[in-house]
């Protein structure tokens, strides 16, 4: 079992950036593929970014290549999601996620999930 703990969302302008942290605990962390999504208001969640346990491959959605980088540290059960030029679109609720591989989260699959991190940009 995987318990996953966002943070370091807020209100941004757009043009800004954030840094999202997902602390996690359990024995499997390291094994998992760990990824981000984001549901916005009146929308469904979406697939933002996933990293292999290895550290790669990585895979991005393509609204957000280019200028949100994931990141994981292995000792420290975390993983990290670097979020430049926000748009105020990106506004969502931003969801930590442990699944099997990078393919099967980018296709909206995973086994565990935080409790989200709000994450607002302002126009």
């Known amino acids: 079992q995987v318990q996953l703990v966002e943070s370091g969302g807020g209100l941004v302008q757009a043009g800004g950036s954030l840094r999202l942290s997902c602390a996690a605990s359990?024995?499997?962390?390291?094994?998992?593929?760990m990824g981000w999504f984001r549901q916005a208001p009146g929308k469904g969640r979406e697939f933002v970014a996933a990293?292999?346990?290895?550290?790669?491959?990585?895979v991005y959605a393509d609204s957000v290549k280019g200028r949100f980088t994931i990141s994981r540290d292995n000792a420290k059960n975390t993983v990290f999601l670097r979020m430049n030029s926000l748009k105020p679109e990106e506004t969502a609720v931003y969801y930590c996620?442990?699944?099997?591989?990078?393919?099967?989260?980018?296709?909206?699959?995973?086994?565990?999930w935080g409790q989200g991190t709000q994450v607002t940009v302002s126009s």
């Open positions: 990293i292999a346990w290895s550290g790669t491959p990585t």
């Open positions: 996620a442990a699944g099997f591989t990078t393919a099967t989260m980018e296709r909206g699959s995973a086994d565990y």
């Open positions: 359990g024995r499997t962390f390291s094994s998992s593929a």
